[in-house]
């Protein structure tokens, strides 16, 4: 039970962000004592509930995802393997937390998108694009390749929805990525090496990175198609209350108001596991009752760690967000120049400090170390991401103010990361699309949004928060690009110093 590393991480991740709260909310941006205190709560509610679900995750969820994987690899069936891979993905999505929050904001944000139907689609694009990912990695498409076609139909797809829905869009596609959704994304990567097609001269763990990055294309187009719909159906309206704060009129009571309606969320959310599982065992596991009972027992501490994640998210953690981003963005505009500067200063700040923050990026950059032999650190990968994050909020604060279309960002970031495939690697190319989701974590998908969301309000716009997701999760696309182009300029100047050295000696 590795209970207090799990704690460690996830505190690591929090702690820092309710620093720079507390600070602001004291100095520049007062929130009052109520807020405050809830917040902390929240904040506290938050750091336990995502400790058990991680925990939950290593012990049940996750053990999961391998144990079918290896089934299915022993079946040695490919049609088998790509429709079990389909319902798995769809149904560990529903259970994602960030994205049950992110469906919360968005149904919050516009009244006319129905929170329901937006997961099962956001789920339903994750199932269709890891079977394309699957295809990929079986008969060895080659990934750039592939990744170019994906990314051209789905910017064709923004031309016919809504300016609102393209940055949802492509904020599902970071939130989506999250502590229960990648661990099975990458175990199906692993297992499906040993069932390609083609396995003579193969490098199968090579040939297992991209699949995330394939992944994570599904929850934007759905979202697009979803947009669509809405939009010739004349249903698509912008909230009237989106100005308001949740909960901030309600004292403490409101964690123990939210309990009930949250469990029962959650429980609903990790139901479509404990059948997919029960299905599993009597058809194709055949598991030892001790290891089953385990798992059983790690989703059991999932459902306690989403109850109190969500009830902590959504008491005092989201709200304290938008209040302090709408605080912003009203001084900004009665104040002018002084308060403007302190919404992109705290953009900047709390982008660097969340990527820094968020235990997957710390495994990223351990991973790339890793395989750059050490020619890449670590410390210098952290700079470059956190530089990247900090500018994308930072760009989302600035965007607020001035009101300009999220496509000017997004277009032109995604025409460098595609661009950048021709000279970069194609390992480094899959880590790169794998990690978009990577740095846009759960303080991205909840207290990030709902500053981005306020900030945006206050500051006279509608939803115009929506993309700070998308922009953050964009930034590795790009930082590990050219890191990897740095690392093969660099692999080719030792190669060639070496046989320099050779040829002197002979």
Not at 3 to 28: H, R, Y
Not at 266 to 291: D, G
Request: hydrophobic share 55%.
């Amino acid at each position: 039970m590795n209970l207090f590393s799990k704690f460690k991480e996830t505190a690591s991740s929090v702690l820092p962000v309710m620093a720079i709260v507390l600070f602001l909310g004291l100095t520049a941006a007062p929130l009052g004592a109520l807020m405050i205190g809830k917040f902390i709560v929240g904040g506290i509610l938050l750091i336990v509930g995502l400790t058990f679900f991680l925990l939950g995750v290593d012990i049940g969820i996750q053990p999961i995802g391998e144990q079918v994987g290896s089934a299915l690899v022993k079946k040695r069936n490919l049609f088998l393997l790509l429709t079990v891979s389909f319902f798995i993905g769809f149904l560990v999505t529903i259970a994602e937390p960030d994205i049950q929050v992110f469906g919360d904001q968005i149904h919050n944000a516009i009244s006319s998108v129905d929170k329901m139907q937006l997961v099962l689609m956001i789920s339903l694009g994750v199932g269709i694009f890891i079977v394309i990912g699957l295809v990929r990695s079986v008969f060895q498409l080659p990934l750039k390749i592939v990744l170019l076609i994906c990314y051209i139909l789905l910017f064709l797809l923004t031309f016919f929805t809504s300016s609102v829905f393209q940055g949802i869009a492509f904020d599902s596609g970071g939130a989506t990525t999250g502590p229960m959704t990648v661990p099975f994304i990458l175990a199906l990567g692993v297992g499906v090496c040993s069932v390609k097609a083609n396995s003579k001269n193969d490098d199968s763990s090579e040939n297992s990175f991209g699949l995330t990055g394939i992944t994570s294309i599904g929850p934007i187009t759905a979202v697009l198609v979803y947009g669509i719909y809405l939009k010739l159906s004349g249903r698509l309206a912008a909230s009237e209350s989106f100005e308001k704060i949740e909960n901030a009129e309600e004292g403490f009571e409101v964690f123990l108001n939210l309990f009930p309606s949250v469990a029962k969320e959650a429980f609903f959310s990790i139901l479509p596991l404990v059948v997919m599982l029960v299905i599993f065992q009597i058809f194709l596991l055949k598991l030892p009752p001790r290891k089953l009972m385990r798992i059983f027992i790690g989703l059991l501490w999932s459902f306690i760690g989403l109850t109190i994640f969500l009830v902590g998210v959504n008491g005092g953690f989201m709200s304290a967000g938008q209040k302090l981003g709408m605080i912003l963005g009203q001084k900004s505009q009665e104040f002018g120049s002084l308060y403007k500067i302190i919404l992109i200063i705290t953009g900047f700040v709390l982008g660097a400090v969340v990527v820094c923050a968020e235990p997957a990026v710390w495994v990223l950059t351990e991973q790339v170390e890793s395989l750059s032999g050490g020619t890449i650190k670590r410390k210098f990968m952290l700079i470059f991401l956190s530089i990247g994050a900090a500018i994308a909020i930072g760009l989302t604060m600035i965007r607020g103010i001035f009101g300009f279309n999220l496509m000017y960002i997004i277009v032109p970031g995604y025409v460098i990361a595609l661009l950048l495939m021709i000279w970069c690697p194609e390992t480094f190319t899959a880590i790169a699309f794998d990690s978009g989701g990577v740095a846009s974590g759960p303080i991205t998908s909840t207290f990030v949004l709902s500053f981005a969301l306020g900030s945006n309000s206050g500051a006279g716009g509608t939803s115009d928060g929506f993309g700070v997701i998308a922009l953050v999760a964009m930034t590795p696309l790009i930082a590990i690009q050219i890191l990897g182009i740095i690392y093969n300029v660099k692999s080719k100047r030792i190669k060639k110093e070496v046989q320099v050295l050779n040829e002197r000696n002979l």
